[in-house]
């Protein structure tokens, strides 16, 4: 395994086209990433893989899509207005700005190297405030959410209302957040934009102690099925100083980004908390009526809450290698789970002359049914190999003379690079067969 690290990530994301600096003909804007053809892929086949492993595969479990803007009382509900916020200092030398609680304040400066210039921390709080509305005052305050999470507790009564669902019951939603975060460095892992996949299980308070355990497992389950390698995953519980006043416990699941380890996903026990919150706030009733025992209760909540464009910095560290070829060179390779990978199969007719070009032309329309797929006909075929080993498309198929002849194509495996000749109309089954039984190697 070569060593990744984010130079070499970055690089090849501007290179290849999945992630780019935001405004990048204006300098830049720090904090925000626009994600280019192949990066929208992945992060698209990232969250409908979530999307379907949390609604689909699981009893229970509806979907939401909430606005990103609500009524600033639901922040006031949560404890975002007064709490949200972070220590921050300056260094009063060169201006460099830290969060108070990533550096040791009695060190020298990270970026200049002084002693003893720090600022005493204030707090911030990370919420954009904006208005709504043409008057720019207090009264037409509003936030852009720093969390989806909220958009489902104060839908909690329309979709019990509404749908059929009973406690034990969740709620699953996909969607931007945004937090005025004080230091943005480490790519996209720490954004002032970003998307979150969160779910909230409602269920009867005392039964969280079974629930959550729960859900712990089978989140730490999803990121095997999502083919990353098990031992860059950890748990970590939050300790005394981490945990929110309110929350029973919480743990975070946490990966081996190239900086070290670090939070991918949380799962918390939340009590009643934030429902308890909103009634309050609100003056709306927040309880739930069980309708076999006639029990009157405002459900506890596990939360299991991953960011989505963090989880795209993982997949890609995760894939990344560069890897000796049989020819004595070095290629590099994303070894993407199948599933998750933004492009599935490259169609490569040998040479564009002779009918091979439109014969392959042919073949990659058809299999646009299937799979998402590219065509590329230029470079010598050992080149257009290495492209498509670099962006982690798992299959590629070359069309030959042969083709012409039998109907028959070669199918390249990525990881083995293993080459096998096989009829034209196998070439879906085969690999529909291949990427479920994917391992990678
Ligand atoms: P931190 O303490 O690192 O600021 P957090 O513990 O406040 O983060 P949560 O509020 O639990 O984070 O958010 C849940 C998930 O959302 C995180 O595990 C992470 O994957 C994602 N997330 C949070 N903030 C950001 C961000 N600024 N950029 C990208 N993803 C984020």
Redesign the pocket.
């Given at each position: 395994m070569a060593q990744v690290t984010m130079d070499k990530l970055v690089s090849l994301c501007k290179r290849r086209g999945f992630i780019f600096q935001s405004s990048e003909i204006y300098g830049g804007l720090n904090g925000a990433y626009d994600y280019g053809p192949l990066g929208v892929e992945l992060k698209n086949n990232i969250r409908d893989f979530w999307w379907k492993e949390m609604t689909q595969l699981h009893d229970d479990i509806v979907g939401l899509d909430a606005s990103i803007l609500m009524h600033s009382r639901v922040w006031e509900a949560s404890g975002h207005v007064s709490n949200f916020t972070d220590p921050m200092v300056d260094c009063k030398v060169c201006k460099a700005r830290f969060r108070a609680d990533q550096i040791d304040l009695n060190a020298p400066c990270p970026n200049c190297g002084n002693k003893g210039t720090f600022t005493e921390p204030r707090n911030f709080n990370l919420m954009f405030a904006t208005h709504i509305g043409p008057d720019a005052d207090s009264a037409s305050t509003i936030y852009l959410r720093p969390?989806t999470a909220q958009g489902i507790y104060v839908n909690f009564k329309n979709v019990v209302q509404s749908s059929r669902v009973k406690v034990p019951f969740g709620i699953a939603q996909v969607g931007k957040s945004f937090?005025n975060?004080i230091t943005t460095k480490n790519f996209i892992?720490?954004?002032c934009e970003?998307e979150?996949m969160e779910m909230q299980f409602f269920c009867k308070p005392g039964t969280d102690e079974q629930w959550f355990p729960y859900w712990r497992e089978q989140r730490m389950a999803f990121y095997g099925k999502m083919g990353i390698r098990l031992d860059c995953l950890r748990w970590h519980q939050h300790g005394p100083d981490e945990l929110a006043f309110y929350a029973k416990d919480a743990y975070?699941i946490q990966y081996l980004f190239p900086m070290g380890w670090q939070?991918?996903?949380?799962v918390h026990s939340r009590t009643d908390y934030d429902l308890t919150q909103h009634q309050k706030f609100s003056g709306k009733d927040m309880t739930y009526l069980d309708p076999e025992t006639n029990e009157r209760y405002i459900p506890y909540v596990v939360e299991t809450?991953?960011?989505l464009?963090?989880n795209v910095l993982m997949a890609l560290s995760d894939a990344y290698d560069e890897e000796p070829t049989p020819e004595g060179d070095t290629r590099t390779v994303l070894h993407f789970h199948p599933l998750i990978a933004p492009i599935m199969v490259a169609v490569l007719p040998l040479v564009k002359k002779d009918g091979i070009g439109e014969y392959a032309e042919k073949l990659e329309h058809e299999l646009r049914e299937d799979f998402t797929t590219f065509f590329d006909q230029s470079g010598a075929i050992g080149r257009r190999y290495r492209r498509m080993d670099e962006i982690g498309t798992p299959y590629c198929v070359t069309v030959d003379y042969d083709t012409l002849k039998d109907n028959t194509v070669t199918l390249r495996m990525r990881d083995s690079m293993q080459q096998i000749r096989i009829p034209v109309d196998q070439i879906v089954s085969e690999i529909h067969k291949a990427s479920k039984t994917y391992k990678r190697s």
């Open positions: 969390e937090r975060e892992f720490r954004s970003f979150q975070d939070e991918l996903e949380g809450s991953a960011g464009t963090r």
